[in-house]
């Protein structure tokens, strides 16, 4: 059995048409479902949730699920048979399909990760290989339950965006392995996290990868693990951050919003 974590708010034909893919796996699934809708926890709190329901149960692999991520049947199966023969891949993802043009990935696995996040992209053709990556997309992650066990929880101090990428990070420094698996594929149709969402959510985002710069761009070892490498000078880092905190200020006189 493995266990299926999604994060669910609002979107109930997203959450019901995930499900249904589910439904259809060639392996066995036990569904966890994070419902925020009364409350919204956001990202990275709700997928603890289900982490820490599971951590303690018997099962190898744990799949953490967007709502708007809908898996061709076989994409579970593929990726646990991937990771079974390959013992240092802690995190595996699957090709994410444009819901717009199934020739076309949106995300094969992820490149710059400051300040917004960018995924490799382009015609499926281009993309029949397994490969190592630097952070795997939240919308799908396969993560090995004994990785998880060493490294722990997402860190809870990003809100909506940046936890993949920082727990990709994370585990690459404790030596193991993200890997995209070709043969697994899902479509996704996007959600707030890819488009201009409530003003809220925007200034989450921001507050995200203030918290991100802080943690990683202070020192080499992000440089060491990304896939920009040395090409992100200090003046980049603080121009950019300086960018952010002028967005973050304008949110708050913007909405009156506090935190």
Request: with cysteine; net charge negative.
């Amino acid at each position: 059995m493995i266990p299926v974590i999604i994060p669910y708010h609002r979107k109930k034909k997203q959450l019901d048409k995930c499900i249904a893919h589910l439904k259809n796996q060639t392996i066995k699934l036990e569904i966890f479902v994070q419902d925020s809708n009364d409350t919204n926890i956001y990202f990275t709190a709700a997928v603890n949730e289900g982490l820490r329901k599971y951590i303690a149960r018997s099962c190898r692999y744990i799949v953490i699920l967007n709502q708007d991520m809908y898996l061709e049947p076989a994409a579970v199966e593929i990726m646990l048979t991937f990771m079974d023969r390959h013992p240092d891949c802690g995190i595996g993802a699957p090709l994410q399909i444009n819901s717009e043009n199934p020739e076309y990935v949106i995300s094969a696995g992820g490149q710059e990760a400051f300040p917004c996040g960018k995924n490799q992209h382009g015609r499926l053709l281009d993309f029949t290989e397994d490969e190592q990556i630097y952070w795997a997309n939240g919308a799908c992650m396969m993560l090995r339950k004994d990785m998880v066990q060493e490294i722990g929880l997402l860190d809870e101090n990003y809100a909506f965006i940046g936890s993949d990428s920082d727990y990709c990070f994370t585990a690459r420094s404790r030596g193991w392995q993200i890997w995209r698996i070709a043969g697994a594929k899902g479509v996704h149709d996007l959600g707030s996290s890819a488009k201009l969402a409530e003003m809220r959510i925007e200034f989450l985002k921001i507050k995200d990868m203030i918290y991100f710069s802080n943690k990683w761009l202070t020192g080499g070892l992000y440089k060491k693990l990304a896939y920009e490498e040395n090409s992100l000078t200090v003046e980049e880092i603080n121009r950019v951050v300086s960018g952010l905190r002028r967005s973050e200020s304008e949110f708050e006189l913007l909405t009156n919003l506090s935190f």
